[in-house]
């Protein structure tokens, strides 16, 4: 059985992915980990740090995939257009749910610095996984932002077409 804190970031995976941040409540959450009051707050000061570390455990996680997706692709191109299969797969694993941060960002005010620095640090490392494939800052700021743009597309219209449009950008971007 998985610990009372597992259980508590795995349902609030779920809950954020289905209702967003705004709409689960702390006392959801505590009844369907089936937890005790004491032990959330045990874990977890409050929900803004529950969503903090919600999304650091996502980011690890999300990063993890990308890598393993992607590790058989030795070519620089390919694996650039790996990454945008591996929007896809996650389209198909996470029924186009879109980016848990962008999510989370559309719910919270500007000056939640807890959970926008988590949020910022994500995408700064995206754009940097980029960065260190084509060291190219223009380039990979382009890649990134097809990227993005694919993510925020294909969720809004629940469809992978402008995932596949950003691949054949990509082969007449990178000779």
Same mark, same amino acid.
């Given at each position: ?6 259980? #508590?970031?795995? #349902?609030? $995976?779920?809950? $954020? @992915?289905?209702?967003?941040? &705004? ?7 505590? +009844? ?7 032990? $959330?707050?045990?874990? %977890?000061?409050?929900?803004?740090? /529950?969503?903090?570390? %919600? ?20 070519? !620089?191109?390919?694996?650039? /257009?790996?990454?945008?299969? $591996?929007? #896809? ?8 749910? @879109? ?5 989370? !960002? ?8 807890? #959970?926008? +620095? ?9 754009? *940097?996984?980029?960065?260190? /494939? ?21 969720? /809004?219209?629940? +469809? ?10 990509? *082969? &007449?971007?990178?000779?």
């Amino acid at each position: 059985m998985k610990s009372p804190r597992e259980r #508590i970031l795995q #349902i609030t $995976f779920d809950l $954020f @992915g289905r209702q967003g941040y &705004n709409s689960t409540g702390i006392n959801q959450i505590i +009844s369907e980990a089936a937890v005790a009051k004491a032990s $959330f707050y045990q874990h %977890f000061k409050s929900k803004e740090d /529950l969503c903090a570390e %919600f999304l650091n455990v996502r980011h690890q996680y999300w990063f993890n995939e990308l890598n393993l997706f992607c590790a058989d692709e030795e070519n !620089l191109k390919q694996r650039i /257009l790996k990454s945008f299969d $591996f929007l #896809i797969y996650m389209n198909q694993k996470e029924n186009f749910r @879109g980016c848990s941060f962008l999510n989370i !960002l559309s719910e919270i005010p500007m000056d939640n610095v807890k #959970i926008l +620095s988590v949020i910022q640090q994500h995408k700064k490392d995206l754009r *940097n996984y980029f960065f260190q /494939l084509l060291k190219d800052e223009e380039l990979s700021d382009h890649i990134y932002l097809l990227f993005e743009s694919s993510i925020i597309e294909s969720q /809004l219209f629940r +469809s992978n077409d402008l995932i596949e449009r950003s691949k054949k950008i990509i *082969n &007449n971007l990178i000779p």
